[in-house]
């Protein structure tokens, strides 16, 4: 049974190899054309900054059809495009199966298949496939909240830029050469869709659905709507900037508010596993019944469970929608 299990190990690891090697090998022709329009457009200075090109989610035809016409698959893109995540599709889903085989065979082949294993490795299983799509949500937290500490000034560069007699468009390539990563690379494609034929208004509402901002959702209203009806737009620009600067003043204010509440979720969520720390210091043989036995393994799942309800159910309540 061990030799069985090792052997797919060994076959989904060579396979997994052989996948990267020829992902990473293969170029496409529309991929290859796109990197040599934008070496050209940097030789010219049409656009700053670094310029993420689109990937395909599979290179293997019939994978690549299933993702394309999932749900879930167009999500799961949405996601990592949202956390500037550089991978395909195929390979966020082969990483994540990987991490539940791994999580699953594991335990079952320490404990000699034995039903504590199994357990065991159902729950390490589920961990697996749900640790690459948290790491995700957390790229995806710092990476917006980075974005949205750059669009202020930004908008404040784009609305001087025009002043100044320059376009929105070069207004907005202007501020992609001096502002910095993540802000910067969505400007420079937002410039670089425009000089592919793509319209300013298809391009502003892509970028919108590509970032998922809510003050970036406000500057893209206000400059389609002003596209339509007319008005200053860089007068507009610098209402919205200052409408911003205050809603993060009112979000500094929430919370220092609230911190006390989330120091008490904190305490309250880590406490009980100190507590057990210490138990097993004091009198490890007592608390090894846990993982030793059936019911111990059970009731050590369950506190667990109920353990990261708490907290998760702790931090929805003090979050507040602003």
Request: with cysteine; aromatic share 4%; hydrophobic share 50%.
């Amino acid at each position: 049974m061990a030799a069985a299990i090792a052997a797919v190990l060994v076959f989904l690891a060579l396979s997994c190899f052989a996948l990267a090697l020829s992902q990473r090998s293969g170029k496409g022709s529309v991929e290859q054309r796109l990197r040599e329009l934008r070496r050209a457009q940097e030789k010219q200075g049409v656009s700053g900054g670094s310029l993420p090109l689109r990937r395909q989610t599979s290179s293997i035809p019939a994978l690549r059809d299933r993702l394309t016409n999932s749900a879930w698959a167009q999500a799961s893109a949405l996601e990592l495009a949202r956390a500037g995540i550089n991978l395909r599709l195929s390979e966020y889903l082969l990483l994540r199966v990987l991490l539940a085989l791994g999580g699953l065979i594991i335990p079952i082949l320490v404990s000699g298949a034995s039903p504590v294993g199994l357990i065991v490795g159902l729950a390490m299983a589920g961990a697996g496939f749900m640790v690459p799509a948290l790491y995700v949500n957390m790229r995806k937290r710092k990476r917006l909240h980075a974005l949205e500490a750059q669009l202020g000034e930004a908008l404040t560069h784009i609305a001087n830029a025009m002043r100044a007699g320059f376009a929105l468009l070069q207004a907005v390539d202007s501020a992609a050469r001096r502002l910095q990563p993540p802000l910067a690379e969505e400007f420079a494609r937002l410039v670089a869709d425009v000089n592919l034929g793509q319209t300013l208004e298809d391009a502003l509402q892509d970028l919108n659905q590509r970032v998922g901002s809510r003050d970036l959702d406000m500057v893209v209203t206000a400059i389609l709507i002003q596209r339509r009806t007319g008005g200053n737009l860089s007068e507009i620009l610098d209402n919205v900037a200052e409408t911003m600067r205050e809603r993060d003043r009112v979000r500094g204010q929430i919370r220092v508010l609230t911190a006390q509440q989330r120091f008490s979720a904190l305490v309250l969520s880590v406490w009980p596993v100190l507590v057990a720390a210490v138990f097993v210091l004091l009198n490890p043989d007592m608390m090894s019944n846990l993982w030793s036995t059936t019911a111990g393994v059970a009731l050590l799942i369950a506190a667990v469970f109920l353990q990261l309800l708490g907290f998760l159910t702790l931090r929805r309540i003090i979050a507040i929608d602003y």
